[in-house]
Every structure is written in structure tokens, then in C-alpha cells.
């Protein structure tokens, strides 16, 4: 398979675990399964119809929708493609075109409230970075890591300023650029962890254990199980923290070697399930790209059609500047 037809796997993907992965965001084990008493596997209701949950709520996601992770993968993608490089004040400009998930308590908020494009985040933990940084992967090779985790800084200090939310970023895009060079899964853990913990020296610590150690922790449980299973995984490492979040992506994506599986895996247990899916699925496709589910990804283009035609415009833009080290 042809590189460029990688990336666009890997940004299917992504879209695809974002919107299947929100329909049981910030929910509880318990409460997914009471909602959807057989479990996800796949999308649940008519594709548009607002998601059962959120109907009445301050926003109406609907069934299939799109995100904030994959809105600002797109900004980060535009950034970069503008002059081939990630500088924090073109993130910024596209982060202030940002609509979803735009409310007080989140960093963008506070962002845009400020309306400084060059502005930068001093403090800052969540996973919002991380979500958005799979276009640093897709163009700078593994080889280049010094490169590669300063764009993944420069994409992350709009909004998030924090040790972890840096080095969790610095991570996922180190992942999925080791994996669409087609590393074994413990080359891409390796690669990850290495790029993590260079990106600690950018800020310093706000935790006792920092993301490089979470990620490889995470790990080694998880390579340890012969099945895995969402009630085994939301008791040990509930994805409700970037600390079990981004490991929680990672792992799943090289243990299951499946987006599909992934993104099912992801949403079936609650937390930030969007994200863990979103960016797990993206780094199972780097790896796997026919894994990645068709239809389900046929449906979220059918509800984010724009969205979804421009994502893929830019895949094959950023596949062709891809630096070799």
C-alpha cells in the first residue's frame, strides 16, 4: 500500500474513533453499559439524530459527528502545510477558527477568550494536544526525533502548557510516525517513550511520575493480559486522566493491531473514550490500514461531509512532505 494511502487510513481513522468513541464520553463502565446494554459496536440510532444522552443538553452532538479532536487535527494540519513546519502562532491562527467543544473549563476556552494566536500556555495537563497532534507525525520521519518533539511542543503550547499534556503529545506523534514507517510494536513503544521523555525538558514536572513512565507501565500490563476486556481495563486504568489516557491509546492500538477494534475497545469503556479511540485508532491504522472499518467511516463522511473531504485533501498533502532522516 502506497504511503499516502496510509495516512489517509490513519486519518479515517481517527474521525471514525472520534465520533463512534463519543457516544459514551465521560461516562462510567457502569453507565455504558446501562445506555448500551450490549455494548457499542458501532453506531447506535440514525446517523445526524442527536445522541440519546445528549439530547436537551448544552450542545446536541449527534450521532457520527465529528469533534473537537479531529477539528483541531485539521487546524494543526492546516498550520503545518502553510509553510511545511509547526510554529505555535499558525496553530493559534486556526485554533481561534475552532467551534466544537468551546466552553468555560476547557484550555481552548481560555485561548480564544484571549484572542492572542502567538499566545502560550504556561500550565495546561489534559489530552487535548495529544489529540490533535497526529499531522507532526505524518510528516517527520522517527529518525528526526529532536525535530519531531519540538513540533509536537510547538502544536501543544497554544492551549496546553504542562509537562504531560507536552510530553503526551510528544508521544503520540512519535508513535504514528514510527508506525507508518512500519516499526514492530515495540519499536513504536520505544519510539513514544523516547520522544516523551525528551519533550519533559520544555516544562517542568507537575506530577511524581511523568508520562513516559505511565506509557510504559501501561504497557507492560496490557502485553501481559491474553484477553483483554473493557471491565479488566476500566478497573485497572480508567481513561479519565492523559496518564491513562495516551498509554491507554497506544497499547490498545499495537495489542489489538486493529483500528476497528481499537475504537470498539476505546468506547466500551467510558472516560474519554473519543480520545483514546481517536488516537489509538490512528497509530493501529499507521500500522494495519485495512483494518481501519470503511463503512463506519462512510457514515461519519455522510454527517461530517466537509470536514471529512478536507481531512483527506490534507492526508495526501502532508503524506507528500513527509521528511526522511
Known amino acids: 500500500m502506497r504511503f499516502q494511502e496510509r495516512v489517509a487510513a490513519c486519518f479515517k481513522a481517527l474521525a471514525t474513533g472520534d465520533a463512534v468513541g463519543k457516544q459514551t464520553?465521560?461516562?462510567?463502565?457502569?453507565?455504558?453499559l446501562r445506555w448500551y446494554p450490549e455494548g457499542i459496536k458501532g453506531f447506535?440510532?440514525?446517523?445526524?439524530?442527536?445522541?440519546?444522552?445528549?439530547?436537551?443538553?448544552?450542545?446536541?452532538?449527534?450521532?457520527?459527528?465529528?469533534?473537537?479532536?479531529?477539528?483541531?487535527?485539521?487546524?494543526?494540519?492546516?498550520?503545518?502545510?502553510?509553510?511545511?513546519?509547526?510554529?505555535?502562532?499558525?496553530?493559534?491562527?486556526?485554533?481561534?477558527?475552532c467551534r466544537k467543544s468551546v466552553h468555560p473549563g476547557v484550555q481552548i476556552w481560555a485561548f480564544q477568550q484571549a484572542g492572542d494566536p502567538a499566545g502560550m500556555a504556561v500550565a495546561g495537563d489534559?489530552?487535548?494536544?495529544?489529540?490533535?497532534?497526529?499531522p507532526v507525525?505524518?510528516?517527520?520521519?522517527?529518525?528526526?526525533?529532536?525535530a519531531l518533539v519540538?513540533?509536537?511542543?510547538?502544536?501543544?503550547?497554544?492551549?496546553?502548557?504542562?509537562?504531560?499534556?507536552?510530553?503526551?503529545?510528544?508521544?503520540?506523534?512519535?508513535?504514528?510516525?514510527?508506525?507508518?514507517?512500519?516499526?514492530?510494536?515495540?519499536?513504536?513503544?520505544?519510539?513514544?517513550?523516547?520522544?516523551?521523555?525528551?519533550?519533559?525538558?520544555?516544562?517542568?514536572?507537575?506530577?511524581?511520575?511523568?508520562?513516559?513512565?505511565?506509557?510504559?507501565?501501561?504497557?507492560?500490563?496490557?502485553?501481559?493480559?491474553?484477553?483483554?476486556?473493557?471491565?479488566?481495563?476500566?478497573?485497572?486504568?480508567?481513561?479519565?486522566?492523559?496518564?491513562?489516557?495516551i498509554p491507554l491509546a497506544i497499547r490498545l492500538a499495537l495489542v489489538t493491531e486493529s483500528a476497528e477494534e481499537t475504537?470498539?475497545?476505546?468506547?466500551?469503556?467510558?472516560?474519554d473514550s473519543d480520545s483514546v479511540a481517536s488516537i489509538g485508532g490512528t497509530i493501529a491504522a499507521a500500522l494495519f490500514p485495512l483494518s481501519v472499518n470503511e463503512e463506519w467511516f462512510q457514515v461519519v463522511r455522510s454527517v461530517s461531509s466537509v470536514e471529512c473531504d478536507e481531512m483527506l485533501m490534507l492526508a495526501g498533502a502532508l503524506a507528500q512532505r513527509r521528511r526522511r532522516g
Not at 464520553?25 to 455504558?32: I, N, P, Q, Y
Not at 446536541?60 to 505555535?88: F, H, K, N, P, S
Not at 507525525?137 to 529532536?146: F, K, S
Request: hydrophobic share 40%; aromatic share 4%; proline share 4%.
Open 263 to 271: 475504537t470498539l475497545l476505546a468506547s466500551n469503556l467510558g472516560g
Open 150 to 245: 519540538h513540533a509536537a511542543y510547538e502544536a501543544s503550547v497554544p492551549t496546553h502548557g504542562g509537562q504531560l499534556a507536552i510530553s503526551a503529545a510528544a508521544a503520540v506523534a512519535a508513535a504514528v510516525s514510527a508506525a507508518l514507517e512500519g516499526k514492530n510494536a515495540g519499536e513504536v513503544v520505544t519510539t513514544a517513550v523516547s520522544a516523551s521523555r525528551l519533550a519533559e525538558r520544555f516544562r517542568p514536572a507537575t506530577t511524581a511520575t511523568p508520562m513516559s513512565t505511565c506509557i510504559e507501565t501501561v504497557y507492560s500490563y496490557l502485553a501481559g493480559r491474553a484477553r483483554l476486556s473493557a471491565d479488566d481495563i476500566a478497573q485497572q486504568y480508567f481513561p479519565d486522566k492523559p496518564t491513562t489516557i
Open 25 to 32: 464520553e465521560t461516562l462510567m463502565r457502569a453507565d455504558v
Open 44 to 97: 447506535h440510532g440514525e446517523p445526524g439524530s442527536v445522541i440519546p444522552r445528549y439530547v436537551g443538553k448544552r450542545y446536541e452532538w449527534r450521532i457520527a459527528e465529528i469533534t473537537d479532536d479531529t477539528e483541531q487535527t485539521i487546524a494543526v494540519a492546516r498550520a503545518l502545510l502553510r509553510t511545511g513546519e509547526v510554529r505555535r502562532e499558525l496553530v493559534g491562527i486556526e485554533l481561534l477558527q
Open 137 to 146: 507525525g505524518v510528516i517527520t520521519c522517527p529518525d528526526e526525533l529532536d
Open 126 to 134: 489534559g489530552s487535548g494536544a495529544a489529540m490533535r497532534v497526529a
